[in-house]
């Protein structure tokens, strides 16, 4: 902002208040990070010029300068794979969604509220173009007011009311993860009220219907594929059958070689198993799609 620099660098106010704007967006909802990022490069890029311009101006520190650029941008590139498609499926975290569940939600045609975990919001919306309702998405504040934000911080951080919180939402259905959120604890307790039925699971989340909700009797299976693979290698696994374990996730694998969840749970069967070469060696396999450090050898 300093009038010599900017008639140096020749930033216009405009780029100022495009950045302040990012900037205040970026505050209230991460989600506008990106874009002020973005904003802030071009911003900066002339200022950066400005101080390298006494090096860059020298015949041989400039080209120098640059191959040193681009080694550093290749070595950082390196692990990655060239193919857009496993790095889209890990950047999108899909392998953290209910899709084994959603796709028996909707093989099953159940419409209502449901009270789902905050990161699942937009993926049900995608998922089931408004039959399915959600207490709260990551719009957060963007969209919702304050009382329901710290409402579904409560019964995420099961306050010593969250359920009686949970239940006044008037959901129809609740989809929730195993491991967050005191996932376990909370399916244990609800199915103890009675006023729930436990409907579907997968290697991710599980499903609570209301007692009175009009299931279909018998439900429809979810579809057969690799995700359905995925919940029975993890069913499998959860209940000792290694076989099964391994089975289910080498067919899942087949069809999606780069998914971290069929990664996991066949590196950890094998790793039971004994087979530990050739664990690390899937775990080699899976980390060549794309280097997660979400994907590493299970503790």
Same mark, same amino acid.
């Given at each position: 902002?300093?009038?010599?620099?900017?008639?140096?660098?020749?930033?216009?106010?405009?780029?100022? &208040?495009l950045?302040?704007l990012?900037?205040?967006?970026?505050?209230?909802?991460?989600?506008?990070? $990106?874009?002020?990022?973005?904003?802030?490069?071009?911003? =900066?890029? $002339?200022?950066?010029?400005?101080?390298?311009r006494? =090096?860059?101006?020298?015949?041989?520190?400039a080209?120098?300068? &640059?191959?040193?650029?681009?080694?550093?941008?290749?070595?950082?590139?390196?692990?990655?794979?060239?193919?857009?498609?496993?790095?889209?499926?890990? =950047?999108?975290?899909?392998?953290?969604?209910p899709?084994?569940?959603?796709?028996?939600?909707r093989?099953?045609?159940?419409?209502?509220?449901?009270?789902?975990?905050?990161?699942?919001?937009?993926?049900? /919306?995608? @998922?089931?173009d408004?039959?399915?309702?959600?207490?709260i998405?990551?719009?957060?504040?963007?969209?919702?007011?304050?009382?329901?934000?710290?409402?579904?911080?409560?019964?995420?951080?099961?306050?010593?009311?969250?359920?009686?919180?949970?239940?006044?939402?008037g959901?129809?259905?609740?989809?929730?993860? /195993?491991?967050?959120?005191?996932?376990?604890?909370?399916? /244990? @307790?609800?199915?103890?009220?009675g006023?729930?039925?436990?409907?579907?699971?997968?290697?991710?989340?599980?499903?609570? &219907?209301?007692?009175?909700y009009p299931?279909?009797? $018998?439900?429809? $299976?979810?579809?057969e594929?690799?995700?359905?693979?995925?919940a029975?290698a993890?069913?499998?696994?959860l209940?000792?059958?290694? +076989?099964?374990?391994? +089975?289910h996730?080498?067919?899942?694998? +087949?069809?999606?070689?780069?998914?971290?969840?069929?990664?996991r749970? %066949?590196?950890?069967a094998?790793?039971?198993?004994?087979?530990?070469?050739?664990?690390?060696?899937?775990? @080699? +396999?899976?980390?060549?799609y794309?280097?997660?450090?979400?994907l %590493?050898?299970?503790?």
């Amino acid at each position: 902002m300093v009038p010599a620099v900017r008639r140096r660098t020749g930033i216009p106010w405009e780029g100022l &208040a495009l950045t302040a704007l990012t900037l205040a967006m970026a505050l209230t909802s991460r989600r506008f990070i $990106p874009i002020f990022a973005m904003s802030l490069a071009v911003l =900066l890029a $002339p200022l950066v010029a400005l101080c390298l311009r006494p =090096l860059l101006q020298r015949t041989v520190i400039a080209p120098v300068l &640059a191959g040193i650029a681009f080694l550093f941008a290749a070595w950082r590139l390196l692990p990655y794979p060239l193919q857009a498609a496993p790095a889209f499926h890990y =950047l999108v975290a899909e392998y953290s969604y209910p899709v084994d569940t959603v796709n028996f939600m909707r093989a099953n045609d159940m419409r209502g509220r449901v009270f789902a975990y905050y990161n699942w919001g937009g993926y049900l /919306h995608w @998922r089931t173009d408004g039959d399915l309702k959600v207490y709260i998405d990551g719009r957060a504040d963007t969209l919702f007011d304050a009382d329901t934000y710290y409402n579904y911080v409560a019964i995420l951080k099961a306050a010593p009311d969250w359920l009686e919180r949970l239940e006044a939402t008037g959901p129809d259905f609740i989809l929730w993860p /195993h491991t967050r959120g005191d996932g376990q604890r909370k399916l /244990h @307790r609800l199915l103890e009220t009675g006023r729930w039925t436990a409907v579907h699971r997968d290697a991710t989340s599980w499903l609570l &219907a209301r007692r009175d909700y009009p299931l279909p009797d $018998p439900p429809q $299976p979810a579809p057969e594929g690799p995700w359905r693979d995925v919940a029975r290698a993890w069913v499998a696994g959860l209940s000792g059958d290694l +076989e099964q374990a391994l +089975e289910h996730s080498a067919r899942a694998r +087949e069809a999606m070689p780069w998914n971290q969840l069929a990664c996991r749970l %066949r590196i950890r069967a094998l790793r039971v198993q004994g087979e530990s070469a050739q664990a690390r060696r899937v775990l @080699r +396999e899976c980390r060549f799609y794309f280097p997660s450090r979400t994907l %590493r050898w299970p503790s």
